[in-house]
C-alpha cells in the first residue's frame, strides 16, 4: 500500500507560479512512477508530467511542455510539479499517482491516488 498527499495548490493569478508536492508514505518501493493528473470541471482526468523513481525520466504532453516541470527527492519520497506561466485554463484538481510506468497515460493503469489539490488561475 502506498499513501500519497499533495499539497500547495491554492489560488494565483495568470501569469504566476506554483510548486506541488506529493509526500509518498507506505509501500513506495512497489511503484517504479509518479505521475500528476489534473482534472477540470465536467473534463477527463489527463496527465500533465510522470516521472521514473530510479533514474529521473520524464514524460510531457506536449501541452505541457515549457511550462510544467516534475522533479523528484528521493530521500524524502516527495515529488513536485513546477508550474509556471499559470493561465486560467490551468484551473483544475492536480492529482499524483503512483504505479509502474511513465508510459501509462490513461488514469486506470496507476495504481495509488492522492486526494488531489485544487489550483485556480483567476484573470
Known amino acids: 500500500q502506498v499513501q500519497l498527499t499533495e499539497s500547495g495548490g491554492g489560488l494565483v493569478q495568470a501569469g504566476g507560479s506554483l510548486r506541488l508536492s506529493c509526500a509518498a508514505s507506505?509501500?513506495?518501493?512497489?511503484?517504479?512512477?509518479m505521475a500528476w493528473f489534473h482534472q477540470a470541471p465536467g473534463k477527463e482526468r489527463e496527465v500533465v508530467a510522470a516521472i521514473t523513481w530510479s533514474n529521473g525520466r520524464a514524460y510531457y504532453p506536449d501541452s505541457a511542455k515549457g511550462r510544467f516541470t516534475i522533479s523528484k527527492d528521493n530521500a524524502k519520497n516527495t515529488g513536485y510539479l513546477q508550474v509556471d506561466s499559470l493561465k486560467p485554463e490551468d484551473t483544475a484538481v492536480y492529482y499524483c499517482?503512483?504505479?509502474?510506468?511513465?508510459?501509462?497515460?490513461?488514469?486506470?493503469?496507476?495504481?495509488?491516488w492522492g486526494q488531489g489539490t485544487q489550483v485556480t488561475v483567476s484573470s
Open positions: 499517482a503512483a504505479g509502474g510506468s511513465i508510459y501509462y497515460t490513461l488514469p486506470k493503469f496507476w495504481d495509488y
Open positions: 507506505g509501500r513506495t518501493f512497489s511503484s517504479n512512477a
